[in-house]
């Protein structure tokens, strides 16, 4: 008997003791815990982007070259990378594999699973180095446009979600709406605090629809342009775990950036081996030379191809044009570096002339650098639309204020001549100049009213306010005219707060100055020689109203810092000293 219970003792012992080493054999050498498949639904991608930061704070003040290291490094904490703690690490993938802990729904590994399986899949198609797409879309076939991104993660979860209301994807992030398509038109990374995961999101949806999304390149996936940008560091910060690479992943990511296409020109109807349609990141007409420009003259007869069905062509086999040249680029959609134009928008703009052809620009990146660097504050994206005829293609904004988000408002506009196809709105034919702007808060907030939803409806009309009282030749964007609830010193009588999409916070600040563009008051700009007095009675001409608006809107409220306008008043005093009046800009 006495035995028996021995035996007993000492085989329970034996079974814990092994259960026990086990469970610290499973502790201590569970590997990482990965998401081999991540950002597979729309719903799992806005949680996802509810648990993260949308504006945290920068370690500089460079706007430019903006530094999120200590963002970054709490980021891979919570995420499990290498720089987490050894105990608290090992203890979260413990619970993971006995499902007492969700599994993460994204993580680098897949980032980088993402990379490597995309890019093979590329380059087996011939996707590699400089070439161009041509094709022949239908009539009616619809192109969802994305500007330069820069990293803008939660405004892009915000326009897919917009897209799945609109019809054109369902919550498994395919498109589902016949002739339709997916363009983003270059800069997806940098100057943000989630590149990463706004590269990782575009991949899925190229993954998810393989020929229905094109991914333009940018000068900032041209020649490692992104190792200064911030993009080099996140990913230094972030992915250290998960590559050996003195920068982690960053020869996988070349790699990617060389299977995107330079240009895609669209046939148009109804001399589709002549007329064409262009969209590409830089246009045809830059002076910059940080990236090639693509001169469609060099592979006319590439164009001239009748085939329906998408063709390539690698830029190494352009050559110079021996005969006539028999192609006309009609209208073309480019990028536009905003640092170097200091131009604001709503989401769309109509530029100068391309050699000859209309040029329009999109922009989609609400981030902090774009809000205090260019007042853009816009969640934007635009729908490329073909027509039977090239005179009937247009052109739509799709927009929201990030600082009311009161819902997406459209704008449509003919591609060639830039008129209003919505009823009552002008085209926006001329720059637009830059308003004295609110700063973002300075803390990480996120902004208004949950993300669009299937089946939610947003708001269709903005709240109302007063425009500017003289007439102007094109509409008062938004964010151009009179916020409510000013006082006559133009401040606001108590800070008003706006429902986020998670949580709630105080914006904007006091405003030091009008918003009103057409103010009737002098202007007075100030350098260490001279200064002068302009108002807006002063400018006859309508070129010279609109020279005074940007005046009036640039250097008002501070002549001491904004620098852009001190260099263009030092030059107007040079130009026209002992005039007031202006016959152009």
């Not at 945290?56 to 290498?82: A, C, E, H, R, V």
């Not at 009616?140 to 446009?145: D, E, I, K, M, N």
């Amino acid at each position: 008997m006495i035995e028996n219970k021995q035996m007993l003792f000492w085989s329970a012992l034996a079974t814990g003791s092994a259960c026990i080493l086990i469970l610290l054999g499973l502790f201590f050498f569970l590997p990482q815990t990965t998401a081999l498949e991540g950002f597979k639904t729309y719903t799992q991608i806005k949680e996802y982007a509810a648990a993260l930061d949308e504006f945290p704070k920068m370690d500089n003040s460079n706007i430019i070259k903006p530094d999120y290291t200590t963002f970054w490094t709490k980021l891979s904490q919570t995420q499990g990378s290498q720089t987490d703690g050894f105990f608290s690490r090992r203890l979260e993938r413990f619970l993971q594999f006995f499902h007492l802990r969700k599994k993460p729904v994204w993580s680098i590994s897949f980032f980088k699973k993402q990379l490597e399986d995309l890019t093979k899949l590329r380059q087996e198609k011939g996707f590699v180095g400089n070439f161009v797409h041509k094709l022949i879309p239908n009539q009616g076939t619809q192109y969802l446009v994305v500007g330069d991104l820069q990293g803008a993660f939660h405004s892009l979860v915000c326009n897919v979600g917009k897209w799945i209301q609109l019809g054109f994807l369902n919550d498994d992030l395919k498109i589902i709406k016949p002739e339709a398509r997916i363009v983003f038109v270059g800069n997806v990374v940098d100057r943000s605090h989630a590149s990463i995961e706004t590269l990782s999101l575009i991949m899925r949806l190229m993954q998810e629809n393989p020929e229905g999304v094109f991914l333009l390149r940018g000068n900032h996936e041209y020649q490692n342009y992104w190792h200064d940008y911030g993009f080099k560091q996140e990913l230094m910060v972030r992915a250290a775990f998960v590559s050996p690479e003195p920068i982690p992943l960053g020869d996988t990511v070349n790699k990617f950036f060389d299977t995107m296409t330079s240009a895609i020109y669209f046939g148009v109807q109804p001399n589709p081996t002549s007329t064409f349609v262009a969209i590409m990141h830089q246009g045809r007409d830059s002076e910059e030379k940080e990236m090639y420009l693509v001169d469609e003259t060099k592979f006319q007869d590439f164009l001239k191809n009748a085939d329906k069905n998408l063709l390539t062509f690698n830029l190494k086999e352009a050559k110079p044009l021996m005969g006539p040249l028999e192609i006309a680029i009609k209208a073309i959609v480019k990028s536009e570096k905003k640092r170097k134009t200091f131009q604001t928008m709503d989401g769309l703009r109509m530029l100068s002339p391309d050699k000859g052809a209309s040029a329009w620009s999109f922009l989609s990146c609400p981030t902090t650098s774009y809000q205090e660097g260019v007042k853009f504050f816009f969640d934007a994206f635009g729908i490329l639309e073909v027509g039977a005829t090239i005179e009937q293609w247009t052109i739509s904004l799709f927009n929201q204020d990030v600082r009311m988000r009161q819902g997406y408002q459209q704008k449509s506009y003919n591609l060639l001549t830039g008129a209003s196809t919505t009823g009552g709105a002008g085209a926006v034919l001329e720059p637009e100049s830059t308003p004295a702007s609110p700063a973002i808060p300075t803390t990480a907030t996120s902004r208004a009213t949950p993300m669009p939803t299937p089946g939610y409806s947003q708001p269709t009309q903005m709240m109302s306010m007063p425009t500017a009282t003289q007439p102007m030749p094109m509409p008062v964007p938004q964010y151009q005219q009179q916020w409510p609830t000013q006082q006559a010193n133009y401040g606001y009588q108590a800070p008003v707060v706006y429902q986020n999409r998670y949580g709630q916070y105080q914006y904007p600040q006091p405003m030091n100055a009008p918003r009103n563009r057409m103010m009737q008051q002098p202007v007075a700009a100030k350098n260490t020689n001279q200064s002068m007095s302009l108002t807006a009675s002063s400018v006859a001409s309508e070129q010279g109203q609109h020279f005074t608006d940007f005046l009036q809107t640039e250097v008002v409220t501070d002549t001491t810092e904004k620098t852009s306008g001190i260099a263009f008043i030092d030059f107007l005093q040079k130009e026209v000293t002992n005039s007031l009046t202006v016959s152009g800009h």
